[in-house]
């Protein structure tokens, strides 16, 4: 949506923004040709640039550990198809962290019209005019958007943290819990606060072995070491 040349970003809850695009990968029309997948869409400022190769790189390597969780990636930048080959194919010879000999398959959206990257809000002019910020949508299986994170420019991305964002979805979606502060997959979870005075009385006299309340409103399940 735009109004005077400037556009809203889509929220957490909303329909993610359809488009089509050219990509290293061939064509994608999204969010279609994701259905009923997870999907990472995922901006950087710009192909040959070092922190952008460093979260490639990054990227790549987890592709497989991704994919295992039924989620698919796809990257941004406001370059051409062809300087994202150029740089991809680069990135293949190149050594860090002792990660070496990278092949990204997943793909990697050309927007020289910044078509997609207004649609998302991946440009914030206290940044760039021309650059994408680093910006991380999760799209659900339905095509809607359940996290957003921004990173300036200058801030390379937590990749750990994006998978355990992906897990923690899935886990509530799954289990219709919450997860707390640091969760990891292994942690105990949360159970949703009571609708009302009897659930909550219940709940702190109840002797369940795979349930605890610290109070009334907070209360843990268990899970299976």
């Not at 809203?8 to 009923?36: C, S, V």
């Not at 949508?137 to 957003?148: A, E, N, S, T, Y």
């Not at 009385?201 to 843990?220: A, G, I, S």
Request: charged share 25%.
């Amino acid at each position: 949506m735009e109004e005077n040349n400037v556009t809203r970003m889509p929220l957490i809850g909303d329909d993610a923004p359809e488009f089509k695009a050219k990509t290293t990968q061939g064509d994608i029309n999204f969010p279609t040709d994701y259905k009923g997948k997870w999907v990472i869409l995922f901006s950087h400022p710009a192909d040959f640039t070092p922190v952008c190769t460093t979260e490639f790189m990054t990227f790549a390597n987890m592709a497989d550990e991704f994919k295992a969780l039924n989620t698919e990636l796809i990257g941004l930048s406001i370059d051409s198809i062809y300087a994202h080959i150029a740089w991809l194919r680069k990135i293949q010879e190149l050594e860090w962290n002792g990660l070496k000999n990278i092949e990204v398959k997943f793909p990697l959206i050309e927007d020289i019209r910044m078509d997609v990257a207004k649609k998302y809000g991946m440009l914030q002019p206290g940044q760039s005019n021309t650059q994408a910020v680093r910006a991380v949508f999760v799209i659900d299986p339905k095509g809607k958007i359940r996290l957003i994170l921004y990173y300036p420019l200058s801030t390379g991305r937590n990749f750990d943290e994006i998978k355990r964002v992906i897990l923690a979805l899935q886990k509530a979606d799954a289990e219709s819990v919450a997860t707390p502060a640091n969760w990891r997959p292994g942690d105990d979870v949360i159970i949703p606060t009571p609708g009302s005075c009897g659930v909550a009385k219940e709940r702190m006299v109840n002797k369940d072995t795979d349930k605890y309340c610290l109070d009334w409103f907070m209360c843990f399940k268990k899970e299976k070491k």
